[in-house]
């Protein structure tokens, strides 16, 4: 009888799933260069110390189990937000200053699989590509950060250049969710799209076409520096449409306020989503 009672304890604790909480996060020409650089623009101002101590604060705050980062200029500026003690670094291979990449929470095991290189075509940002490794099965993650410039036109329409490129990288996107769908891969696309996708848009058609896609902002406007349209996004695709906590959407946005401070910190704020993942 003990036995038997034992063993009931143990049910819940196995059956228990595995909770993570993933965020995405542009830190803005996240750099360690000096002012004057020729890699950086001119409007451009690094960071001082203490605004590296504020973000790392926030990253703090922030507590996700994996950061997909965008706009970061290698693995020892990220470093200096999501200390090596707590987090493992991978960056793109990119020779760029606006590389993109991942925090991943020390603890949590993960593959590196190559760059998504068919989105920097014309110097542009590859996406990272890891496979986290859960306590049953995997989760493929894609970071992305998307051209700019085409945050609202119609996609089949517009003559904007940037949105020729923006509809150029469709395709690989759609590869990508097509290998994953065939492998029976859970997936999230994350990062920064640079694009609105509420009602109609073409561009999530495009990617939802290949199979069903569950993104968590939608319907949503995000309060960092004040309402406006999400265009850093969280897709899910697979089983992991079913891993997505309902509510768990959040928007960590900074104390400071002001113009300045979006130089200092950064144009986006984090968003995060929380997964109930098979324990």
Same mark, same amino acid.
């Given at each position: 009888?003990?036995? $038997?009672?034992? /063993? @009931?304890? #143990?049910?819940?604790?196995?059956?228990?799933?595995?909770?993570?909480? =993933?965020?995405?996060?542009?830190?803005?020409? @996240?750099?360690?260069?000096?002012?004057? +650089?020729?890699? /950086?623009?001119? +409007?451009?101002?690094?960071?001082?110390?203490?605004?590296?101590?504020? *973000?790392?604060?926030?990253?703090?705050?922030?507590?996700?189990? %994996? =950061?997909?980062?965008?706009?970061?200029?290698?693995?020892?500026?990220?470093?200096?937000?999501?200390?090596?003690?707590?987090?493992? =670094?991978?960056?793109?291979? +990119?020779?760029?200053?606006?590389?993109?990449?991942?925090?991943?929470?020390?603890?949590?095991?993960?593959?590196?699989?190559?760059?998504?290189?068919? #989105?920097?075509?014309?110097?542009?940002?590859?996406?990272?590509? $890891?496979? #986290?490794? *859960?306590?049953?099965?995997?989760?493929?993650?894609?970071?992305?950060? *998307?051209?700019?410039?085409?945050?609202?036109?119609? #996609? +089949?329409?517009?003559?904007?250049?940037?949105?020729? %490129?923006?509809?150029?990288?469709?395709?690989? *996107?759609?590869?990508?969710?097509?290998?994953?769908?065939?492998?029976?891969?859970?997936? @999230?696309? /994350?990062?920064?799209?640079?694009?609105?996708?509420? !009602?109609?848009?073409?561009?999530?058609?495009?990617?939802?076409?290949?199979?069903? /896609?569950?993104?968590?902002?939608?319907?949503?406007?995000?309060?960092?520096?004040? &309402?406006?349209?999400? $265009?850093?996004?969280?897709?899910? !695709? !697979?089983?992991?449409?079913?891993?997505?906590?309902?509510?768990?959407? &959040?928007? @960590?946005?900074? &104390?400071?306020?002001?113009?300045?401070?979006?130089?200092?910190?950064?144009?986006?704020?984090? %968003?995060?989503?929380?997964?109930?993942?098979?324990?």
């Amino acid at each position: 009888m003990r036995l $038997i009672l034992a /063993l @009931l304890l #143990l049910l819940p604790a196995c059956a228990q799933a595995e909770q993570l909480k =993933i965020a995405t996060w542009n830190l803005n020409w @996240l750099t360690m260069r000096a002012a004057g +650089d020729r890699h /950086l623009p001119a +409007d451009v101002t690094p960071r001082q110390p203490q605004d590296f101590d504020r *973000l790392r604060a926030y990253a703090q705050t922030l507590n996700a189990d %994996v =950061i997909a980062i965008e706009e970061v200029d290698g693995r020892n500026a990220a470093a200096l937000v999501f200390p090596p003690e707590q987090y493992s =670094i991978h960056m793109t291979h +990119d020779h760029v200053v606006q590389r993109v990449g991942f925090a991943v929470r020390r603890g949590l095991h993960y593959e590196v699989n190559p760059d998504v290189t068919a #989105l920097s075509e014309g110097h542009l940002r590859s996406g990272a590509d $890891i496979t #986290l490794q *859960l306590t049953e099965g995997r989760l493929r993650l894609l970071a992305v950060h *998307l051209k700019e410039g085409c945050q609202f036109d119609p #996609l +089949d329409r517009s003559r904007r250049t940037s949105c020729a %490129v923006l509809r150029e990288q469709v395709h690989p *996107l759609q590869q990508w969710i097509a290998a994953r769908q065939a492998e029976g891969m859970p997936f @999230l696309i /994350l990062g920064d799209f640079n694009r609105e996708m509420d !009602g109609k848009d073409k561009f999530l058609a495009a990617l939802d076409t290949v199979t069903p /896609l569950t993104r968590v902002t939608e319907g949503r406007s995000s309060p960092c520096w004040g &309402r406006e349209a999400f $265009i850093d996004h969280i897709l899910a !695709g !697979g089983a992991a449409r079913t891993w997505v906590e309902p509510d768990s959407l &959040r928007v @960590l946005k900074y &104390r400071e306020t002001g113009p300045g401070w979006k130089e200092r910190l950064s144009d986006h704020c984090p %968003v995060s989503v929380r997964l109930d993942t098979p324990g």
